[in-house]
C-alpha cells in the first residue's frame, strides 16, 4: 500500500486548503481511506483521526472539530482521496496523514480511530 499526500502550506484563519492523498497497491473497494492529523511535538499515539471514508460506499465521518468546515472524497477513476478544508482556523495545524485500512469491502469507515497504513504526511500551518 502506497499513499501519497500533497496540497499543504501556509495559509491565513479563514483560508481554504485542499489536500490530496494518491493511493496505490491495494484493491480500491476493499479498504477505507483517511486523514488524520499530528500536533508537532506530539507522539504517533497523539495522532487523532480528522475525517474517512469507505471506498466502497462513499459513507464518510468526520472528528466533531471539523464538521461543517471540512469535506472529504474520493475520485475512483484517479485512485485519489481529497480533504477540502475551509475556514480554517489555528487549531488545524498539524502534519495531516493520508491512511489506510482493509475493511473488506465494507460500507462502513473501520473506525477512523487507528489505521493500517499510514503516508509521510503534509504541514499544513495555519496562522493567525
Known amino acids: 500500500v502506497q499513499l501519497v499526500e500533497s496540497g499543504g502550506g501556509l495559509v491565513q484563519a479563514g483560508g481554504s486548503l485542499r489536500l490530496s492523498c494518491a493511493a496505490s497497491?491495494?484493491?480500491?473497494?476493499?479498504?477505507?481511506l483517511g486523514w488524520f492529523r499530528q500536533v508537532p511535538g506530539n507522539s504517533e499515539k497523539e495522532r487523532k483521526g480528522?475525517?474517512?471514508?469507505?471506498?466502497?460506499?462513499?459513507?464518510?465521518v468526520y472528528a466533531d472539530s471539523v464538521r461543517g468546515r471540512f469535506t472529504i472524497f474520493a475520485d475512483n477513476a484517479k485512485n485519489t482521496v481529497y480533504l477540502q478544508m475551509n475556514g480554517l482556523k489555528p487549531e488545524d495545524t498539524a502534519v495531516y496523514y493520508c491512511?489506510?485500512?482493509?475493511?473488506?469491502?465494507?460500507?462502513?469507515?473501520?473506525?477512523?480511530?487507528?489505521?493500517?497504513?499510514y503516508g509521510r504526511g503534509t504541514q499544513v500551518t495555519v496562522t493567525s
Open positions: 491512511a489506510a485500512i482493509n475493511t473488506g469491502g465494507s460500507i462502513h469507515t473501520g473506525g477512523c480511530s487507528e489505521y493500517d497504513y
Open positions: 480528522v475525517s474517512c471514508i469507505s471506498l466502497s460506499s462513499s459513507r464518510a
Open positions: 497497491g491495494f484493491t480500491w473497494g476493499d479498504f477505507a
